[in-house]
């Protein structure tokens, strides 16, 4: 019953979205970051001492709390930006998104062997997953099963609407390999704390656990990895990235297989870096290495 009654307070705010003038859902998107911001205390705690640790002495306590509730603001302009998929299409993509290195994601496509659109909870990854397929590339997304399953079924609905095909994890290695087998494109979130399954990589100067299936798929298929990255430019304005591509060959070393792993947590560091409230900090990203 409890989920149920949930599920219609999300069917509530759905309508309401849709419904309310353009500059009324940036503040309802906010409203909502900052609720979330007030009653959740642990989670709030965990996104402070999660940028305190990785700018060190960059910033004063007062600007990373401000930081902090931005993270928060962010989440909620995400949360309203998904239900307006229903309004986005092919024809007026472009007046939200500006595209940039499309011909990095055409030439590994174009090679028929599959791509891994390797990303992180930056910017707004529902949207890039979407954008993606509408720009025309046959887009699979490993997602997560939500506990709700009202919420679950609906979500799920959402993407499909804009050609997202889902993948469950639990399943997703041989749906992985289908799609790669079809020439297809596979969304991995790559930033996330991988436990004792993850490769030990450093990621703003502390150890990591992360998870290494995109350079292990790319090895043993042929699939051509593409870091793909969505920034916030403004309200539902945006710069989508597709930055050059990166093979692994089928016989190489674990070490040379490290690296290149390295080396895409590096630029998604980087990206963090310069755009640092856009990142989905409530993760205990280093939480595997005693890190957080």
């Given at each position: 019953?409890?989920?149920?009654?949930?599920?219609?307070?999300?069917q509530?705010?759905?309508?309401l979205?849709l419904?309310?003038?353009d500059?009324?859902r940036?503040?309802l998107?906010?409203?909502f970051?900052k609720?979330?911001y007030?009653?959740?205390?642990?989670?709030?705690?965990?996104?402070?001492?999660?940028m305190?640790?990785?700018f060190k002495?960059?910033y004063?306590?007062?600007?990373?709390?401000?930081?902090?509730?931005?993270?928060?603001?962010?989440?909620?302009l995400?949360?309203?930006?998904?239900?307006?998929?229903?309004?986005?299409n092919?024809?007026n993509?472009?007046?939200?998104?500006?595209?940039?290195?499309?011909?990095?994601?055409?030439?590994?496509?174009?090679?028929?062997?599959g791509v891994?659109?390797?990303?992180?909870?930056?910017g707004n990854?529902?949207?890039?997953?979407?954008?993606i397929?509408?720009?025309?590339?046959?887009?699979n997304?490993?997602?997560?099963?939500?506990?709700?399953s009202?919420?679950?079924?609906?979500?799920?609905?959402?993407?499909?609407?804009?050609?997202?095909k889902?993948?469950?994890k639990?399943?997703?290695?041989r749906k992985?390999y289908e799609?790669?087998?079809?020439?297809?494109c596979v969304?991995?979130?790559?930033?996330?704390?991988a436990?004792?399954k993850?490769?030990k990589?450093?990621?703003?100067?502390?150890p990591?656990?992360?998870?290494?299936?995109?350079?292990?798929?790319?090895?043993r298929?042929g699939a051509?990895i593409?870091?793909?990255f969505?920034?916030?430019?403004?309200?539902?304005?945006?710069?989508l990235t597709f930055?050059?591509?990166?093979e692994v060959?089928?016989?190489?070393?674990?070490?040379?297989?490290?690296?290149?792993?390295?080396?895409?947590?590096?630029?998604?560091?980087e990206?963090?870096?310069?755009?640092?409230t856009?990142?989905?900090w409530?993760?205990?990203?280093w939480?595997?290495?005693?890190?957080?």
């Amino acid at each position: 019953m409890k989920n149920f009654i949930l599920y219609l307070l999300f069917q509530f705010f759905y309508f309401l979205v849709l419904l309310l003038p353009d500059k009324l859902r940036y503040y309802l998107g906010k409203l909502f970051g900052k609720f979330a911001y007030y009653i959740t205390p642990e989670r709030r705690e965990i996104v402070y001492n999660n940028m305190k640790k990785s700018f060190k002495d960059k910033y004063s306590e007062e600007k990373l709390k401000k930081m902090t509730k931005e993270v928060y603001y962010n989440t909620g302009l995400i949360l309203v930006e998904f239900i307006l998929l229903k309004k986005l299409n092919k024809d007026n993509l472009k007046d939200f998104i500006e595209i940039k290195g499309e011909e990095n994601l055409k030439k590994a496509y174009e090679k028929n062997n599959g791509v891994i659109i390797y990303g992180a909870h930056f910017g707004n990854w529902e949207l890039m997953g979407s954008a993606i397929s509408l720009l025309g590339y046959p887009l699979n997304a490993i997602a997560r099963e939500q506990a709700n399953s009202y919420f679950n079924r609906k979500i799920n609905k959402i993407r499909r609407n804009k050609g997202v095909k889902i993948i469950p994890k639990g399943i997703s290695v041989r749906k992985v390999y289908e799609a790669f087998k079809k020439g297809e494109c596979v969304f991995i979130l790559g930033d996330q704390d991988a436990k004792n399954k993850g490769w030990k990589m450093n990621f703003f100067d502390r150890p990591s656990s992360t998870f290494s299936g995109a350079v292990q798929m790319a090895s043993r298929t042929g699939a051509i990895i593409v870091p793909t990255f969505l920034v916030r430019k403004g309200w539902r304005k945006y710069e989508l990235t597709f930055y050059p591509p990166k093979e692994v060959s089928e016989d190489a070393q674990k070490e040379v297989k490290k690296q290149i792993l390295q080396n895409l947590v590096d630029l998604t560091e980087e990206i963090i870096r310069e755009y640092p409230t856009q990142w989905f900090w409530l993760h205990r990203r280093w939480k595997t290495y005693k890190g957080d």
